[in-house]
């Protein structure tokens, strides 16, 4: 049995990272570049350029106004607006958002009929 946490790690996050990496290197930025402005490293930029990371479907990608944040949050770490914590925010306010529209059901073992534990939990 997975736990909410893992679901989030494994199915929220890297989608998040996913598309932040796809809309920095649209706007021109290095892979190492993108590497240091989301705090990871080059090798898993690639992996997410390359659809071998972070392709799990929350429906994240689909939701206008996830992507609607998603793009303004991409806007705001190529331009150097973000700090590590306000990107450590970002994401989490993403994340609430994803479990208020409960796209985690799917995936979350925790999940049942009228379910709201990971908006208890975080």
């Not at 996913?18 to 290095?30: C, D, H, M, N, V």
């Not at 392709?55 to 991409?74: F, H, Q, S």
């Not at 994401?91 to 534990?117: A, N, P, T």
Request: some cysteine; hydrophobic content about 35%; glycine content about 6%.
């Amino acid at each position: 049995m997975k736990t909410f946490c893992e679901t989030v790690v494994q199915d929220v996050l890297p989608v998040i990272r996913a598309i932040l990496a796809k809309k920095l290197s649209e706007r021109g930025f290095t892979q190492e570049e993108t590497a240091r402005k989301l705090g990871t490293t080059q090798p898993a930029i690639s992996q997410y350029l390359r659809n071998l990371r972070g392709v799990r479907k929350t429906g994240l990608e689909r939701d206008p106004e996830l992507a609607e944040r998603l793009e303004l949050l991409a806007g705001a770490v190529a331009s150097g607006t973000v700090d590590h914590l306000s990107l450590s925010k970002a994401f989490c306010e993403i994340c609430k958002k994803v479990r208020e529209k409960k796209l985690i059901c799917s995936s979350c073992s925790l999940s049942g009929k009228g379910c709201d534990v990971c908006l208890e939990l975080c």
